[in-house]
């Protein structure tokens, strides 16, 4: 299989098309860490972790029966045919095949637990594990489910998490249309449009704040942040049905509105189990992360906008990572932008555990214990896309090599070559069969204000970011390209006026000595606490000049270990000085306005390090006074 089937008619037509499993290949950093994430908890959780054991209901025993075997298997399926690892792909075989031979003459399957959600994420499963197998088994489970549930959804309503999930359930059914054509299907479709949370309306049109504060579990359904990271691409979804404007605005809007209400500068918005505002102490859960990661990426592959591309970098490659330890033995449940430090203690919650921010192996609750693994493997999965005239479109950047066919069904292997986000060069070479006519799209990030592209040779600026450019010629073996993406520091506005450091993609974070301390569990699976060793509470010192004030930036080769915190593959440096009036409150970093604000402390070199390489950190900055500002 070269590509996934276009939308079949009446489905409107998708800008792009996804590539199976296993078209694109990871390869440089972006390999490592996806190493780093199989010998993490990913490559090791069920042997430890009871719900993900052999007494699992997916594995057909009486143990966790809901949503914990599919979260799991949402990710390390991908990532065990990503890195063709047999001891990965031996974890897999049982659950598929003990949920293949599961389903009973009604057409259901899976456990016998009655909710329509844990059959929506292993629904997705199956779509990949058909996209590296072409197992018909899948094409007929899905049919006989699909046939179940137009049938039972009347007298057994979508409810709770099915109620506000189910546009997932819609992708799947159109992934299956897309194959078999089957009318039903489209019926089932409607269904599922008509019965599901209408997250276009809430978030578009931001009724969402009729529901703030949480009033009731209903309406907690409406703010729960991995509810609204999944809700995002309602819009979209709907509308490869709907054919509506409106749902075709929707998704865009609603993420505007979610950052312009609750963004954090990670690229998130907050939700310490619900929406908590722009405060950069308020929390992030990271299963909201991963969902938001692969709402962006469906975004982009059925409405085309780059916006869903820069949304998607920037989480990647900094709210992301940031959640773990470097080497993925431990995550926290819910993060901060400003985090001072990790401790079991009482915050500002919307309605979270005191445990929420430390790092292990299961703080507050389990449910990104078992979901987070499908962020890496789905974004490599989705670095390029086919367009429906036959060219190639990269709609995010990093290191990896994609086979697939152009034209004419030419085959083609183009091999990506970068560092980025980490440096701003991007090489593309190019193999083929036979020469072939095609267009290359490349997204153009909305911050890349001087960009150029060279091909076979020639150079020329590119005027316009946040768009595809487009470049149509005659491709051979041995053509290449370069894109050059400017990374120049800049700084943005956030909560109060607070500054935030960026370059390309990358959130900066200051860097503070840190004290690890275990708490519970056992080691590489541990809890930990963590608290600063040195000052953290600090004001930058802008520069109309070069941004920051003694502003120096330094390049390394990424690690094996790419968010390393001891290893980074670029550091900034710049002028600041300690606030000694900036102190913690409720056990975070004190709410705090731009300013300037006093200080008598010495002006002092701040280092910081990109986000994704930090556990405690500050990012969202105040500025400190100076004797110029005095005078």
Not at 16 to 25: N, T
Not at 189 to 209: F, H, K, V
Not at 267 to 276: A, K, R, T
Not at 605 to 617: E, H, K, N
Request: hydrophobic share 40%; proline share 7%.
């Amino acid at each position: 299989m070269d590509k996934l089937p276009q939308n079949r008619e009446p489905l409107y037509p998708a800008a792009f098309q996804a590539l199976p499993l296993g078209a694109i290949k990871p390869r440089g950093w972006l390999l490592n860490q996806l190493r780093v994430q199989a010998n993490g908890l990913t490559g090791h959780l069920d042997e430890f972790w009871p719900d993900l054991g052999p007494d699992s209901g997916w594995l057909g025993g009486d143990g966790e029966s809901w949503e914990r075997g599919p979260y799991y298997l949402d990710g390390l399926l991908p990532l065990a045919h990503l890195l063709e690892d047999e001891r990965l792909l031996k974890k897999v075989k049982p659950w598929i095949e003990w949920t293949l031979n599961s389903q009973d003459e009604r057409g259901y399957f899976g456990p016998r637990d009655p909710d329509w959600w844990p059959r929506m994420i292993m629904l997705k499963v199956l779509t990949m594990h058909y996209e590296v197998s072409e197992d018909e088994r899948v094409l007929r489970l899905m049919t006989n489910y699909f046939r179940y549930q137009l049938r039972a959804l009347p007298v057994k309503p979508l409810y709770l998490w099915g109620w506000a999930r189910a546009m997932d359930n819609l992708l799947t059914v159109h992934w299956l249309y897309n194959f078999t054509g089957d009318g039903f299907l489209l019926d089932l479709g409607q269904e599922l449009i008509d019965r599901t949370l209408d997250w276009p309306e809430l978030q578009a049109n931001y009724s969402l704040r009729h529901v703030l504060p949480l009033e009731e579990w209903n309406h907690g359904m409406m703010t729960h942040g991995p509810n609204n990271a999944m809700g995002v691409k309602a819009g979209g979804v709907f509308y490869a049905q709907t054919g509506k404007p409106w749902h075709r605005m929707a998704s865009r809007l609603g993420i505007e509105n979610l950052l312009r209400h609750h963004g954090q500068p990670n690229g998130v918005f907050s939700c310490d189990e619900h929406l908590n505002g722009t405060s950069p102490v308020s929390g992030t859960e990271l299963c909201a992360v991963a969902e938001y990661m692969f709402s962006l990426e469906e975004l982009t592959r059925i409405l085309g906008d780059p916006f869903f591309g820069d949304q998607l970098e920037r989480v990647a490659y900094n709210a992301f990572p940031a959640t773990f330890s470097a080497d993925m033995w431990a995550h926290q449940y819910d993060q901060q932008v400003n985090q001072a430090l990790a401790t079991v203690a009482e915050r500002n919650w919307t309605d979270n555990s005191d445990e929420s921010n430390i790092f292990g192996l299961e703080p507050h609750f389990g449910c990104c214990t078992a979901n987070m693994h499908q962020a890496w493997p789905k974004f490599t999965k989705s670095l390029f896309m086919a367009t429906p005239d036959g060219g190639l479109a990269a709609v995010a950047y990093a290191p990896c090599q994609v086979k697939t066919t152009v034209a004419e069904d030419i085959a083609i292997r183009v091999t990506e070559t970068t560092d980025y986000p980490f440096k701003g060069e991007i090489h593309f070479a190019f193999e083929l069969d036979a020469p072939c006519e095609f267009d290359l799209r490349l997204r153009i990030p909305d911050w890349a204000q001087e960009a150029t592209l060279t091909v076979c040779g020639e150079t020329s600026a590119l005027r316009c970011p946040g768009n595809f450019h487009q470049v149509r010629r005659t491709w051979q073996s041995g053509d290449s390209v370069l894109l050059k993406l400017p990374m120049d520091v800049r700084l943005s506005a956030g909560h109060k006026g607070l500054l935030s450091v960026y370059r390309g993609p990358l959130l900066f974070g200051s860097t503070i000595d840190e004290d690890w301390k275990q708490i519970a569990g056992e080691i590489p699976h541990a809890d930990w606490e963590i608290v600063p060793k040195s000052v953290w509470n600090v004001g930058l010192i802008p520069d109309e000049e070069t941004v920051l004030a003694g502003l120096t930036v330094t390049e390394a080769a990424p690690s094996e270990v790419p968010f390393a915190t001891d290893q980074p593959p670029v550091t900034l440096k710049a002028k600041a000085k300690r606030l000694p009036g900036w102190t913690l409150k409720d056990n975070s970093a004190a709410d705090i306005d731009v300013g300037p604000h006093p200080a008598d402390e010495a002006i002092e070199q701040l280092t910081l390090i990109p986000f994704g390489s930090t556990q405690l950190r500050i990012a969202a900055f105040p500025i400190a006074q100076t004797e110029e500002d005095e005078a």
